[in-house]
């Protein structure tokens, strides 16, 4: 969740909110259509900081994909919206 500070003492608060907030932290969102997403975000003039990209990512013997962009918001958190592409196994390569 992502909260408007409001100024006043927060059990919520471990240190000093020091600008940029977000500096270090990476948020994954899962979204169901990145590409209209992406297409909107960059409608309403914010640039994308990396365009849609499809990856695959390793889970022991399998793949998991998904097609994701990231987007730097004004409080420099890295925001990583995602839709999923499945699974699929791990290709082995023959030893020669």
């Known amino acids: 969740m992502l909260e408007q500070d409001d100024l006043e003492e927060s059990p919520w608060r471990v240190g000093p909110l020091l600008s940029p907030y977000g ?4 948020l994954s969102i899962q979204c169901s259509d990145t590409k209209a997403l992406a297409r909107a975000i960059e409608d309403a003039g914010i640039e994308l900081r990396r365009p849609i990209k499809e990856c695959w990512y390793r889970d022991k013997e399998r793949l ?9 918001d004004p409080d420099g958190y890295l925001l990583r919206f995602t839709r999923s592409l499945g699974f699929r196994a791990v290709e082995h390569q023959a030893i020669a």
């Open 23 to 26: 500096r270090g932290m990476n």
């Open 64 to 72: 998991h994909g998904e097609l994701n962009f990231l987007v730097l």
